[in-house]
């Protein structure tokens, strides 16, 4: 009787070993879908920002370079629609092919796009945008490259309403990432010419026999390919990768107010520039 008691007890035990086991297999079998969800859609913003971001804007509204991806009204198209054209681009158009993704990326690409198309909501601005305004000018070093309302640089992206509709928090990822991958149209180079001058900037057009070359200080050159001595693309982009070092946590929220807020101003007066001209 002591032997089928132990016996009995050791059984129950093993049975509820794997009871509990089972218990605990489903629900992370049951937890794994939602962080897929979240890593699937950590992966479509981090690629959107760094390949579309520079032509469709953080929230994918468009600019001067592209259309509005985020009005579903304006783009109808399924998902495997939406994979080809980021795959293989638009001949004859500005989108480029993107073939270096990753089916995931594509993927992850076009669940992000679908955020964008139903996101809404009341915006939050996390620092002061007058202070913000003096960093952009000044400790940022952002006009260098970058215009506002008509004002700096124009060898990066104009980013009169670049943050309008993206989250702040796009914002400020945008500004501290490292690695950076340049948008299209952005993409830096170095040549050197048959003098020996040796010009550092971001290739605006080219073709198989010359380029169109825009250097750090604004001016435009046009080189043909073969009076060239050498000429190199390089993968890194001239925004600095180092704003966490530059600029402390509420410097980095104060620069976001900022271009928040502008892109918000410019976006209301476009509105009424619009409806005036419609009227």
Known sequence: MRFVRKSLSSLLGLSFSVCVLNISLSLAQQSTPNRDVKTTSATGRSTFNSYCSGCHGLDGRGSDKAVNIAATDKVRLSDAELSTIISNGIPGTGMPAFRTLSEKQIRAVVGYVRLL????????????????????FGKGGCSSC??????????????????????????????????????????????????????????????????????????????????????????????????????????????????????????????????????
Do not use: C, W
């Not at 939050?124 to 952009?136: H, L, N, Q, S, Y």
């Not at 340049?182 to 001058?197: C, N």
């Not at 070359?213 to 604004?218: I, M, N, P, R």
């Not at 050159?221 to 600095?240: G, I, V, W």
């Open 117 to 136: 198309q139903g996101k809404t909501g009341i915006r939050t601005v996390p620092g002061d945008a007058k202070r913000g305004k003096e960093i952009f």
């Open 146 to 279: 970058h215009t506002i309302s008509g004002e700096g640089g124009f060898l990066g992206p104009d980013l009169s309403g670049y943050a309008s509709g993206g989250s702040a928090n796009a914002i400020r990822d945008e500004i501290v990432r490292s690695p950076r991958i340049p948008a299209q149209g952005f993409r830096t180079a170095v040549l050197t010419t048959t003098s020996g001058e040796r010009l550092e900037g971001v290739v605006r057009n080219e073709d198989n026999f010359s380029v169109q070359f825009q250097t750090k200080d604004g001016g435009f050159h046009f080189f043909q390919k073969a009076d060239l001595r050498n000429f190199e693309h390089l993968d890194s982009s001239l925004m600095p990768t180092n704003y966490r070092e530059r600029l402390s946590n509420g410097e980095l929220d104060d620069l976001v107010s900022y271009l928040l807020v502008i892109s918000d101003e410019n976006k209301a007066i476009t509105s009424r520039k619009k409806k005036d001209d419609a009227e």
